[in-house]
């Protein structure tokens, strides 16, 4: 799949990831006070984080994933994101392309209903399927046949620049995953990522500003890879890595 293959409205940025503890997390907070504000998603969520839940496809072997950590650098990864973790609230739902291609990467998403949702899971059809995301993503899976495999959720903090740049920050609380065929599965066993660390997010389309600059190097980040796709197939699925038929 080329993003030149159709014409959307697009995201393409550049994303620096970095585990932290707490303690650095309160420090880079009151290092970017000054320079970023909340967006609108945490200032109205309850104590200022907001629930993220994704699906993820792959391959029955998994070829996105290790696409993923071979370090190719023309990857894909197909998702549908949800901000609720109830069904009954009849939340909003993104069905999301996110493509990378070197340092950069793009995003297209679409929103649908949660009958949508449910059908497409059933039927790999949309019900109402003519936005080219929609129509994209169909042809997609059925080409690659791929299956959902892979709940991931968290709490998040967004932050934007106040200057107006295009600087987006997030700070993702209680990373965690779990198999599932389902957006909103009846029943799930979640395993944590790592029980103290969190994840800072950095995405930008040009240069860092000098103060973003600054709070990186006083706090020592290092950038990690840290795609919680790949990190949730890991510990959720662990016979992905050493198969259970495999000499120990």
């Known amino acids: 799949m080329n993003s030149s293959d159709f014409e959307l409205e697009t995201n393409l940025r550049y994303e620096s990831k970095f585990r932290i503890n707490d303690h650095q997390y309160f420090t880079i907070k009151n290092g970017l006070y000054p320079y970023v504000k909340m967006d609108t998603f945490t200032q109205i969520a309850p104590n200022n984080r907001y629930h993220v ?6 391959t029955s ?11 190719n650098s023309d990857r894909s990864k197909f998702r549908i994101r949800t901000y609720s973790d109830v069904i009954a609230d009849r939340p909003d739902i993104r069905v999301e392309m996110k493509l990378r291609r070197a340092d950069l990467t793009e995003k ?3 929103y649908i209903g949660i009958e949508d949702c449910q059908h497409f899971l059933k039927t790999r059809h949309w019900l109402n399927g003519e936005h080219p995301v929609l129509m994209e993503f169909e042809r997609q899976v ?8 892979l709940l991931v959720e968290y709490s998040r903090e967004g932050y934007d620049a106040v200057d107006g740049e295009d600087i987006r920050i997030t700070f993702d609380h209680q990373v965690s995953s779990a198999p599932s065929q389902s957006l909103f599965p009846n029943t799930v066993f979640w395993h944590r990522h790592y029980e103290q660390g969190i994840v800072l997010e950095i995405k930008h389309k040009g240069n860092l500003p000098s103060w973003l600059i600054r709070v990186v190097k006083e706090n020592g980040l290092r950038l990690v890879a840290n795609s919680k796709f790949a990190l ?17």
């Open 53 to 58: 839940r994704s699906l993820y496809f792959d």
């Open 232 to 248: 949730g197939i890991e510990s959720s699925q662990p016979d992905i890595l050493m198969p259970a038929w495999s000499d120990r």
């Open 108 to 110: 297209y998403g679409a």
């Open 142 to 149: 059925l080409l690659r046949d791929l299956k959902p495999k």
């Open 61 to 71: 072997d998994y070829h996105i994933y290790f696409e993923k950590i071979g370090g």
